[in-house]
Nanobody, 126 residues
Framework: QVHLEESGGGLVQAGGSLRLSCAASGHILSQYNHFVAWFRQAGGTEREFVATISLKDSSTFYADSVKGRFTISRDNGENTVNLQMNSLKPEDTDVYYC?????????????????WGQGTQVTVSS
């Protein structure tokens, strides 16, 4: 079983920055093929892929909407994945979720992730 816990959400003005963290525990080890991803969702909309990182080799992949502004990374030796969000826009306002899956392939579809955190609210004011 895998447990994920997000932290770091909050309120920020447009153009500002926030850093989200996802602490993973349980049967999730870097020597296995595990991916951790961030998704986001506003009320009544589909959960949208943001970024993902391999815990094995730290390879990353981003949604076009955040490429160049957001950076996903992992703490060396720790099962913590961070999402640095810069140049935030009001349209980035959402609940951000951390998710994990065991696979050798990157996935951007939420249904392929069996493990989820509880979510953290990010609000960007104009």
């Amino acid at each position: 079983q895998v447990h994920l816990e997000e932290s770091g959400g909050g309120l920020v003005q447009a153009g500002g920055s926030l850093r989200l963290s996802c602490a993973a525990s349980g049967h999730i080890l870097s020597q296995y093929n595990h991916f951790v991803a961030w998704f986001r969702q506003a009320g009544g909309t589909e959960r949208e892929f943001v970024a993902t990182i391999s815990l094995k080799d730290s390879s990353t992949f981003y949604a076009d909407s955040v490429k160049g502004r957001f950076t996903i990374s992992r703490d060396n030796g720790e099962n913590t994945v961070n999402l640095q969000m810069n140049s935030l826009k009001p349209e980035d306002t959402d609940v951000y979720y951390c998710a994990a899956r065991q696979s050798s392939r990157i996935a951007i579809t939420k249904d392929l992730y069996p493990y989820w955190g509880q979510g953290t609210q990010v609000t960007v004011s104009s």
